[in-house]
């Protein structure tokens, strides 16, 4: 008879596979308004501008991860992974069904929580089942989740818009969150690196404030990671966000071959999340980093000088979205050891501060699009990760000591 095994017991592949489940269903909903944001904005009665700022109003929620982060230190990863899941869902249900303009301004705020909290505790929750020598490796096969939305998800999505409405992929994806909150409950606690220091109870004071932020001796890396981090995420999201309206514009591409596009980008992702997988643990994560920043940074000056055709178009703009990929796939690893005792805090602190960069860009990407054109989107983007590359280059260690 074979032994039961310790409830504490968790496979490698039930983790990471649980986890791309979890996530693929979160990255789906989040990428959805990047190749459709004509079609989602002339369904809801706006114009791409204003639907560019709701999104904007959604990553703004971020500002509220790392509160999600303190109560998952206290508290544990599942607990708040599970909520996140449940506010997401009842933000894609309010945004699908909602025909009034306050629904959706509530179903994107709700959306925006569940998101900014989900990720982050995600990875830290994987983070705190693995060794930080396969780290890279368990994180970034989580991440194919992201490459999956492409390949996978948006392309369902576009033929689902094109034969139904665009109302439809929201609710299957509010039955896929509430499932996957299911399965997260059924999942064993993360092995914790040790007691995260308490924050002064009471009310809120200027002490207690500075003690939330404090990150121990490697502070000054740790801001510098996720300051770094927050920039190439403001720079990729603009193109991302801007990218369907520029291709529907100038190309004449339909849902259906937008989805078809966002099927091509899904492979230039998993190429990213693979080379993360295999190389990262080996090569290191600062130095994975900065090769994926320099990268990136070729692709938005190369972007206007190859927008002369639609295959060249998307060509560079997937160059550019793999270099990022591979970034910020490594910067998920390299976040969560700077401040390790403090992880869940760590990581959301990270994922507020790109949050906030998403805010920033759906309200710039459409707007210099529409405006002033491809140049301007991919020349800022190309100045803004110029000043994540000297950020890591000056500032940021492998690990805290």
């Not at 830290?124 to 390949?151: D, N, Q």
């Not at 033929?159 to 109302?167: F, K, M, P, S």
């Not at 080379?275 to 190369?302: E, H, M, P």
């Amino acid at each position: 008879m074979e032994q039961a095994q310790p409830r504490d017991e968790l496979s490698f592949a039930r983790l990471i596979g649980t986890g791309i489940a979890g996530k693929l269903t979160v990255d789906i909903g989040s990428q959805i308004f990047n190749p459709f944001l004509p079609v989602i904005a002339a369904g809801l009665g706006i114009d791409v501008v204003t639907l560019g700022r709701l999104v904007g109003l959604r990553s703004a929620m971020g500002i509220f991860a790392p509160v999600s982060g303190w109560l998952a230190d206290q508290r544990g990863y599942r607990v708040v992974i599970r909520g996140a899941l449940l506010l997401n869902a009842i933000g894609f249900v309010l945004v699908a069904v909602g025909s009034w303009p306050w629904s959706i301004v509530a179903g994107m705020v709700l959306a925006g929580l569940g998101m900014s909290a989900f990720v982050p505790n995600l990875q830290a929750y994987v983070s705190g089942r693995l060794p930080y020598t396969l780290r890279a490796r368990g994180l970034g096969m989580v991440e194919y989740a992201w490459a999956l939305t492409g390949i996978v998800g948006l392309s369902v999505v576009g033929v689902l818009i094109e034969a139904t409405n665009w109302r439809l992929p929201f609710v299957l994806l509010a039955l896929g969150m509430l499932v996957m909150a299911y399965v997260f409950s059924r999942m064993p606690a993360a092995r914790e690196h040790g007691a995260p220091p308490r924050t002064p109870a009471g009310r809120v004071s200027l002490s207690s404030l500075r003690a939330f932020f404090a990150l121990g001796s490697n502070a000054r890396s740790t801001y510098a990671t996720i300051s770094a981090g927050a920039l190439s995420y403001f720079a990729a999201m603009q193109v991302m966000l801007a990218h369907g309206a520029w291709l529907a514009d100038q190309y004449g591409l339909t849902p259906a071959s937008l989805g078809m596009v966002a099927f091509a980008f899904g492979w230039f992702d998993l190429a990213a999340s693979v080379s993360v997988s295999l190389f990262t643990d080996r090569i290191g994560k600062r130095r994975s980093v900065l090769l994926g920043i320099a990268g990136s940074l070729a692709g938005y000056l190369l972007m206007p000088f190859l927008n002369i055709s639609v295959i060249w178009a998307v060509a560079i703009i997937g160059t550019a979205r793999m270099f990022f990929e591979f970034n910020i796939v490594s910067h998920f690893p390299l976040l969560s050891e700077q401040a390790p005792a403090q992880r869940g805090k760590t990581m959301t602190l990270g994922a507020s501060a790109a949050l906030t960069g998403g805010t920033v860009a759906g309200f710039t990407g459409p707007w210099l699009l529409v405006t002033h054109g491809v140049q301007a989107l991919a020349w800022s983007s190309a100045a803004t990760v110029t000043v994540a590359l000297l950020i890591v280059l000056l500032l940021v260690r492998e690990r805290a000591e």
